[in-house]
Each structure stands twice: as C-alpha cells, then as structure tokens.
C-alpha cells in the first residue's frame, strides 16, 4: 500500500510550530490554527514528539480528540523519548536543528531507535495525542545530515530495534495504516487479510520469499494456509479502486 493511498488529500497541517519552534504560542492560537484547519478541510495531520518536547503532540490532542477518529488520518514519529526529567531546552545539542524548540516544553529528550525506546514513545505519544492508534508512524531524524560519522550506527539500532517494532504495532492495529478499509473489501470479497498481504508481498518480482514470524505453533498452518488461499483478481481491482494500492503495483495472478 503507498503512503499516497492512505491520506485523504495532497495536503496537510504540519504542528512543528505548534511545539513553539521559533516563538512561544499562546494556547488560545495554538488551539485556533488546528480548529481553523479543520474547518477548511485539513484532515492529514502530521507531528512529533521533538516538537517542543510533546507540546505539538499534547496540543493538536486537544483539539482531534473531539473529533470523529474515523475522519482523519494522524501520523507522529519515533527517534526521540521524552522524559519527566527537565532541561534548558535552548542547550540542546541537535545537530543541524540546535537552537530549535526552545520555547517548548524543558523536559529532557533522548535519541533511541531501540526496540524499548520505539515501544515507549508510541506509548507516549497515543497518551499525549488522547488517541488508542495512529495511522503513520516515521521513523525521525535517521539521516547523515543529523547524525553525521555515526548515522550508519544509528540506522542499524533502528533496523534491528524500531523497524522490527513498528511492524509489530502495524500488526496489533495500534498502527492502522488505514487497514480498516482494506479488511472491508477484503471481506466483501471473502479473502483473508493475511492472505491477501503474504499473496500481495510475493507479486513484486524482486521478492523471491516472504518469511512471516510467528509467536505460536497454530501461526505456522495458519500462514502456509493464507499462501494457498485463491484470492480472486477482482478484489486486487477493488483495492486500486479505491486507492488501497498503487495503480501499477504488481499483484499475483488469479
């Protein structure tokens, strides 16, 4: 599924500087920018916990968390943990973003791509954003630009650590990515959603294998099952349809 499929328009509101980026916001304005972007038609949101500390997060919360959850799609970001502990938030050594946020929030921020880490900031952030899931999650700032000499380090705590996390969420539904739509069509046609996502994987001519983990003895038939399972060409027809998948995305042969 392409990132494009899931948003709802070809625009957004970013909350970077509803984390006090530059100035700091009154609450009443911070508050008034996500309401009058909702009144125009924004339903794309996107922040971070870098953004003032939780501020943006904690802010834009406010405001969607009177709002029907179905109606918008929400992404955040992993990277960074926010502590209860408080610093100058002006002494932070970021790289290329020193000097930036520090209007937000003091508490301490910590860089980590670790499994644990991954876990606790999507805690966090649903915590902060008064939400039970999201429906993107980036991973934050795991670039050269950033980290310089030891972003190659970086990346590999985020392959082994974040990387394998969030797939894990994605299959808990913490993170939805818009899968609620996929399991409406999925059952309209009577396919199995494992099925169609193991089936969907092996269609790209550069993968030869799909290796699917599992936690109990029952999840290895189950898989080997949805490999097998006959999925009609008609529901990989719905599925770009209605842009669950993108147009010239390779799926398997009826």
């Excluded at 902060?128 to 380090?153: C, K, P, S, Y």
Aim: net charge negative.
């Amino acid at each position: 599924m392409s990132i494009g499929a899931l948003l709802p328009a070809d625009h957004g509101l970013g909350t970077a500087p509803l984390g006090d980026i530059y100035r700091a916001i009154p609450e009443d304005e911070a508050r008034a920018t996500v309401e009058t972007a909702w009144d125009q038609g924004v339903r794309y949101f996107d922040t971070a916990p870098f953004y003032g500390a939780g501020l943006a997060e904690i802010r834009l919360g406010e405001v969607l968390s009177t709002r029907p959850r179905d109606a918008y799609v929400l992404s955040t970001k992993i990277g960074r943990v926010i502590l209860d502990e408080r610093e100058d938030p002006a002494s932070r050594r970021l790289g290329d973003k020193e000097g930036l946020f520090a209007h937000g929030r003091p508490n301490t921020m910590v860089e980590d791509y670790s499994a644990d880490a991954t876990r606790r900031s999507i805690e966090d952030s649903l915590e902060r954003l008064r939400t039970d899931r999201l429906d993107i999650v980036w991973v934050h700032d795991i670039a050269e630009d950033f980290w310089d000499g030891e972003w190659l380090a970086a990346f590999e705590s985020a392959r082994t650590g974040a990387f394998r996390v969030l797939q894990e969420l994605r299959d808990e539904g913490v993170i939805q990515a818009r899968v609620g739509r996929l399991r409406a069509v999925a059952a309209r046609h009577g396919v199995g959603v494992k099925a169609a996502a193991l089936q969907f994987s092996l269609a790209h001519p550069a993968t030869v294998a799909v290796i699917p983990g599992a936690s109990r003895p029952g999840r290895i038939a189950e898989d080997l099952a949805a490999l097998r399972e006959k999925v009609p060409a008609v529901f990989w027809a719905d599925l770009r349809e209605e842009g669950l998948i993108a147009p010239d995305a390779p799926v398997p042969r009826a």
